[in-house]
């Protein structure tokens, strides 16, 4: 069976008709074509499919489409203005914080959230942050350091 | 991984739900957060033909404080547990747990219902809610019924929910006044696993004459179900406060819990780490110093 939904993604409203059966996951890729936002383990465990649900991140791959029906959605796609990159993402480039790439788009948007929470994080609330955002290059230290940078000092 | 189709049912009531219920038994599934059941469902563990969607029911959300006592909605989810002003004094101990549930992704999913519905024997808020007295209230179209906690807890993946019933909230009462509490959780890693041993402990003192007045212990990860050391409890309650006392306290949990051996550890390492979680415990409620544990 289809059922109608909406969606607000990366701040455009759009309405489609999906089975009950798909996860936000593949509406975003296969629907949607935003392949930002990578399947890991789909099973909630490696955070490579972290969107922001109303701001809030989830793992993408452990919703149905459905269950997002009227919530808006931020992706990676949904960061960069134009040419000019999210804050986040020049500092992740700055630090070196990438190599393969496959954990960024995850690991981004669970920064992009606590830093919306949190202007002025402790290392700690950065590594607290990052628990559910595996990255196998073990480039931790550097992801950390690239959030850090962003930290709003003496205002938090 | 793929989930198999079904059909997706969105109630705008409870009586809807209770009604759906009545019609599909065990045909249907009742879905919450999901981070539980979906991934049940992609591993084809269960299969059901039809999911019956809470979430959009307001009467289950929210946490409401009465004269002294908690109701949390099972639609609370655990990043709302995290963060609720009410979880003050020994509530708090229920918000500290869910602080160690899996990641953020997950707490912003997750709910107090399912994680309890799901009733692994090592669901995180379980050991804080025994040593808190909740209850549970469930209700179907027949009306509502609450039953201790302890006895909604059956089994690994068994509760006493009937059928047509679902968990429509947590009832916690006031907790003594000057309780001192803590949770700590024993993983593989600091983060992202479930328990292999956790402790929750709530306890109250004399401290003109340095003893325990009353002492609450749940154990988590190590039985069939989340567990009271009732054994342990008796020995420290009303006596004086010591180190000798809480080891010895710690071994006679160790020895009445029922531990299994699992892919994550063996039944041994598991009776060993209840024997240290339990004495750290004890000691980190009541201000002493304990090892550095987690992050």
Redesign the interface.
Known sequence: ?I?PMKLTVNDELIELEV?????LL?VLRNDLGLKGTKEGC????C?AC?VL?DD????A????A??ADGKRVTTIEGLSKGSNLHAIQEAFIRHGAIQCGFCTPGMIL?AK?LLERTPNPTE?EV???L???FCRCTGYQKIVEAILSLAKRGDG | MRLKPFEFLNPSSLEDVFELLVRYGNEAKCLAGGTDLLVQMKQRRILPKRLINLLPLSELKGIHKAEDSLRIGALTRHVDLERSAFLEKGWNLLALAATKIGSPQIRHLGTIGGNLCNASPSADTAPPLLVLHATVCLSSLKGNRQIPLEAFLTGPGQTGLREDEILKEVILPKPPEGSLFTYLKLGRRKSMDLALVSVAVLVTINPERKTFEQVRLALGSVAPTPIRARAAEKQLGGNLIGEEAIREAAETAAQECQPMTDLRATAEYRREMVKVLVERAVKQSLGFPIPPTGI
């Open positions: 069976m059922y089975p009950a059966h798909r996860t593949e789909g099973a909630g465990e955070g972290t649900l809030e991140p989830v793992n791959c452990l919703i149905l459905l269950q669970s959230a700690k590594r607290r942050s628990v559910g955002n």
